[in-house]
């Protein structure tokens, strides 16, 4: 799920370093949101990220 359709943004994965410095893998996972979109000419329910919100990349259909 966590994977826009817009700009194909997705989960990153590194490597959590604490204080005393032991390392464990992490994920970052990216702010998507189930959001109803004018695809095509037809609304549609997609999976955008909230960058792509802001940025007008998206046109919300009502």
Known sequence: MAKCDIC????????????????SNRTWKPNVKRVKAVVDGSPKRIY???????????TRAV
Do not use: D, Q
């Open 8 to 23: 194909g943004k997705g989960v990153t994965f590194g490597i959590k370093v604490s204080h005393s410095h032991r390392r």
């Open 48 to 58: 955008a990220c909230t960058r792509c919100l802001r940025s007008g990349k998206v």
